[in-house]
């Protein structure tokens, strides 16, 4: 069972990129999927910043916290077992390490993070300007 993030990459202020989030052993379902990042310098398990969250492939609600609204979308792929991140205008405060997890409960609160039950490794994003 695990949770593989692809589509880091190095890219300009203003570009875009494709986060993708596949997995093996378990399907999203019903479950809230989350994509989360750490700022670089942050301690190990701390500092994460909820970037966008779906109450459910299937479901297809979406949130997203207001400093990347209208940049970044977040959608899903049932049938592949894969979540994705569109991220465009990308800008240099963006820069971070990148993860995907899924969480414990259906429908569950994607603001409580210690409730998602698997996370990815993460893949590095840089914006330079």
């Known amino acids: 069972v695990q949770i593989v993030e692809s589509g880091g990459d190095s890219v300009q202020a203003g570009g875009s990129l494709r986060l993708s989030c596949a997995a093996s052993?378990?399907?999203?379902?019903?479950?809230?999927v989350g994509w989360f990042r750490q700022a670089p310098g942050a301690a190990p398990g701390k500092g994460y910043e909820?970037?966008?969250?779906?109450?459910?492939?299937?479901?297809?609600?979406?949130y997203y916290p207001e400093s990347v609204k209208g940049r970044f979308s977040v959608s899903g792929d049932s049938a592949k077992k894969t979540l994705y991140l569109q991220m465009n205008s990308l800008k240099s405060e963006d820069t971070a390490v990148y993860y995907c997890?899924?969480?414990?409960?259906?429908?569950?609160?994607?603001?409580?993070?210690?409730?998602?039950?698997?996370w990815g490794q993460g893949t590095q994003v840089t914006v330079s300007s």
């Open positions: 997890a899924k969480h414990g409960l259906i429908f569950g609160d994607r603001d409580s993070l210690y409730e998602y039950d698997y």
């Open positions: 909820t970037v966008a969250a779906m109450s459910g492939v299937s479901d297809g609600t979406t």
């Open positions: 052993g378990l399907t999203f379902g019903n479950y809230t």
